[in-house]
């Protein structure tokens, strides 16, 4: 069995969302790298929603081979990685805690 990539992405965006779980199957292993180094709760769920829009957006004719497909899309996750951990990182700096042990 051949896969391509590249007509799959093509069907995806012409609606056919069928596709949607095979091209999850090829980026698992991304995505639960991703998830968990960022250790919070439903980050993996975020990374494959993001995946989903970009399959939707993703400007598939200008790239040449399966290849720079590949890279786009790994690259897209890992930037939205980064964009993630930088939102819970600011959440936790802003977050105080409280130890009721203590007394004041």
């Not at 250790?39 to 399966?66: A, C, S, V």
């Not at 786009?72 to 819970?88: G, Q």
């Amino acid at each position: 069995m051949v896969f391509n990539l590249r007509n799959k992405i093509i069907e995806i965006q012409n609606g056919n969302k069928n596709n949607i779980y095979d091209i999850l199957i090829i980026f698992d292993n991304i995505l639960n790298k991703y998830s968990r180094l960022l250790d919070h709760e439903d980050t993996k769920q975020d990374l494959i929603i993001f995946l989903i829009g970009l399959l939707d957006k993703i400007p598939i004719y200008e790239f040449n081979n399966e290849r720079q497909i590949l890279s786009y899309i790994s690259k897209s996750i890992k930037y939205e990685y980064i964009r993630l951990s930088k939102i819970n990182s600011r959440k936790l700096s802003n977050e105080v805690y409280i130890n009721e042990d203590t007394e004041m």
